[in-house]
């Protein structure tokens, strides 16, 4: 089972910063399979990445991923006030097919 | 444009059984995986299940393995989850979601089931 463990569990910044957030997994993963996930408080997730380092539609040019194998980084340019959410990484591979990393909340500091 | 509408949120005594509900629209209902993520209160996302629509092939979680059933309608374009004995540890929001190329790409907007005597 692979184990997906995202760091750190709360980012404090300000407006303006830049966030970088990373999710390594407990094997090496496909990047074609790692996602990004951004959840608002009382609303859904919604995708922001895939395959590692492609943005979903709509998703702002400020968002970011990269990275391979085990270590891969989500990265917020310039935060904006409705950027404070919880982030999640997700990877598709053996049993369980699909698994989700804790998540890290990034919170206005 | 992608839409998932679940069903209401439930509220239910332990031992009640529960069928919940995700519909789409504005894409072809067959060609796609669906599936089904749990949220327990002020925590983290977990991958339940998958059903495909065009055969109903399903795949589990084994953490959710016996204690869910997936199926689809169809003819209504319709998912559902289901439960035939709710414990107080099913409380939870439950979202379904689009899988393209294994991606959740699209969200319904959660029911949220409350199990208590």
């Known amino acids: 089972e692979i184990v997906l463990t995202q760091s750190p569990g709360t980012l404090s910044l300000s407006p303006g910063e830049r966030a970088t957030l990373s999710c390594r997994a407990s094997q090496s993963v496909s990047s074609s399979y790692l996602a990004w996930y951004q959840q608002q408080p009382g609303q859904a997730p919604r995708l922001l990445i895939y395959?590692?380092?492609s943005r979903a539609t709509g998703i702002p040019d400020r968002f970011s991923g990269s990275g391979s194998g085990t270590d891969f980084t989500l990265t917020i340019s310039r935060l904006e006030p409705e950027d404070f959410a919880v982030y999640y990484c997700?990877?598709?591979?053996?049993?369980?097919?699909?698994?989700f990393g804790q998540g890290t909340k990034l919170e206005i500091k | 444009e992608v839409q998932l509408v679940q069903s209401g949120p439930e509220v239910k005594k332990p031992g009640e059984s529960l069928k919940i509900s995700c519909k789409d629209s504005?894409?072809?209902?067959?060609?796609?995986?669906i599936g089904w993520v749990r949220q327990m209160p002020g925590k983290g996302l977990e991958w339940m299940g998958i059903?495909?629509?065009?055969?109903?092939?399903?795949r589990y979680s084994p953490s959710f393995q016996g204690q869910v059933t997936i199926s689809v309608d169809k003819s209504i374009s319709t998912a559902y989850l289901q439960w035939s004995s709710l414990k107080a540890s099913d409380t939870a929001m439950y979202y379904c979601?689009?899988?393209?190329?294994?991606?959740?790409?699209?969200w319904g907007q959660g029911t949220l089931v409350t199990v208590s005597s």
């Open positions: 059903i495909y629509r065009g055969d109903s092939t399903t």
């Open positions: 979601a689009r899988l393209a190329s294994h991606t959740f790409d699209s």
């Open positions: 997700q990877q598709y591979g053996s049993s369980p097919m699909y698994t």
């Open positions: 504005g894409y072809s209902f067959t060609n796609y995986w």
């Open positions: 395959g590692a380092s």
